[in-house]
């Protein structure tokens, strides 16, 4: 059964809710001081496989049971039913900070927090630059985490987990804090774990994030399993239940909070949409977007990188200075002009974002979602991914070889 990461068999977890809150002292102490609860199950006979290293998502509204299924697979929570077998090492994200101590530095933090995810102390030392690079809190690294924005709370407590080294890693929603970037190298990081055959269990809001990442996923509600199954199948079946998902037509990755998102990327030339282009065209890039709610100060973002992931060219209107006041819920689109397209022929992958107003927060990123062929065109230059429009000029007839030694051949 070794194939199996995480089985989880018959489970269900109930809660307490205790009533009447503002009870006066009689009643309490007529009860006896216990005060009258009813139970309320958080998870209801759930039973699903977590295949090895595979990426597995759960999905479901807020209160389906989603954190507490991860709280019993990372043996926080005690199930009061069911059981759950875990094969291999388990590292856990579970809330912003959670395991962190407000009023130790973030030095002290990844040692303690590394050695409760079962490293030693030459395990961290080793690894400790990289975590500090990783969540890119260097400067910050000798002040209490109490300090910290929520941001690099996450950024921090994701890079001890990952250098964990876990064979299953579990990730609560926390990533959807991070910035664009670190979004990205989490997502690159998913990547990397899975492709090394880890396991990773996954609950996100960005479902199109879960659609394309994930291989399987089950769905919660109200403390039960819906459906579960192959990722796409069990999205779109969410999706199509949540009714307002919009989906995109697009093989890339795409990560973020949803509530406005990018449904289209046109590449306009002569005002069609095309795949292909040639170097020196005048080039529209349309985003098409839908919102689900009023974004305030959104900033659109796109770019663009070689086949090979060489990122070549991105702009967001943050920096460009057009700054929408804000966008209504509903549909539209923003053009982003490029006067004359300064690359050479190769084949280029297209990226766009909507984030909020000071770029710190993702409502969606669609990654690598066109891609365009550009073929020759003018300037027409020799090598390389972009073109500089330059010439050869000023030719300067050769000096006079001055030969002091006839006897040695000339090289
Ligand atoms: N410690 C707790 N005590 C009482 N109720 C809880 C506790 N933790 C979770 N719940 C309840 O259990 C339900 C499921 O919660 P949770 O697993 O956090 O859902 P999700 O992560 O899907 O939003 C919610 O109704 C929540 O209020
Ligand atoms: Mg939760």
Request: proline residues 4%.
């Amino acid at each position: 059964m070794n194939d199996i990461a995480v089985s989880v068999r018959d489970v269900s977890k109930a809660f307490r809710v205790y009533e009447g809150r503002n009870r006066s002292l009689k009643a309490a102490l007529l009860s006896g001081g216990r005060g009258k609860h009813s139970e309320f199950l958080a998870l209801d006979d759930v039973s699903l496989e977590i295949p090895r290293g595979t990426t597995f998502g759960l999905l479901g509204h807020n209160g389906s049971g989603k954190s507490t299924l991860l709280k019993c697979i990372a043996r926080i929570l005690t199930p009061d039913r069911g059981s759950i077998a875990v094969d291999g090492r388990i590292a856990a994200m579970l809330e912003v900070g959670s395991g962190f101590h407000p009023n130790l530095t973030g030095r002290e933090n990844v040692y303690l927090n590394g050695a409760i995810l079962g490293m030693s102390k030459k395990e961290i030392d080793s690894k400790f630059d990289s975590i500090v690079d990783f969540a890119g809190v260097e400067r910050f690294i000798d002040q209490p985490v109490k300090n910290y924005s929520s941001g690099m709370y996450v950024r921090l407590g994701f890079a001890v987990s990952i250098h964990v080294e876990p064979e299953i890693l579990l990730v609560d929603e926390v990533l959807a804090v991070g910035d664009l970037q670190f979004q990205e190298k989490c997502m690159d990081k998913f990547s990397e774990l899975k492709a090394s055959g880890r396991t990773v269990v996954v609950v996100s809001h960005a479902i199109e994030q879960m659609r394309t990442f994930c291989d399987s996923a089950a769905w919660l509600r109200n403390g039960k399993v819906v459906d579960v199954g192959d990722a796409m199948t069990i999205v779109d079946a969410y999706a199509d239940a949540e009714h307002h998902v919009r989906r995109v037509e697009s093989g890339g990755v795409r990560f973020g909070s949803g509530e406005a998102m990018i449904t289209k990327i046109e590449w306009l030339v002569d005002g069609t949409d095309t795949r292909t282009s040639k170097t020196g065209d005048e080039v529209t890039i349309r985003l098409h977007y839908h919102s689900e709610a009023e974004i305030a100060r959104p900033t659109f973002g796109v770019s663009v990188d070689t086949r090979d992931g060489v990122f070549v060219w991105g702009h967001h209107s943050l920096d460009s200075g057009y700054v929408a006041e804000s966008i209504r819920p509903g549909d539209g689109t923003i053009d982003v002009l490029i006067p004359a397209l300064p690359v050479r022929p190769g084949t280029f992958d297209v990226s766009a974002s909507i984030q909020d107003g000071d770029a710190s927060h993702v409502y969606d990123a669609l990654q690598k979602a066109i891609r365009i062929d550009v073929l020759a065109g003018h300037p027409f230059e020799s090598g390389g991914v972009t073109t500089f429009n330059s010439r050869f000029a000023n030719l300067q007839p050769p000096r006079p070889l001055v030969v002091s030694r006839l006897d040695e051949p000339v090289r």
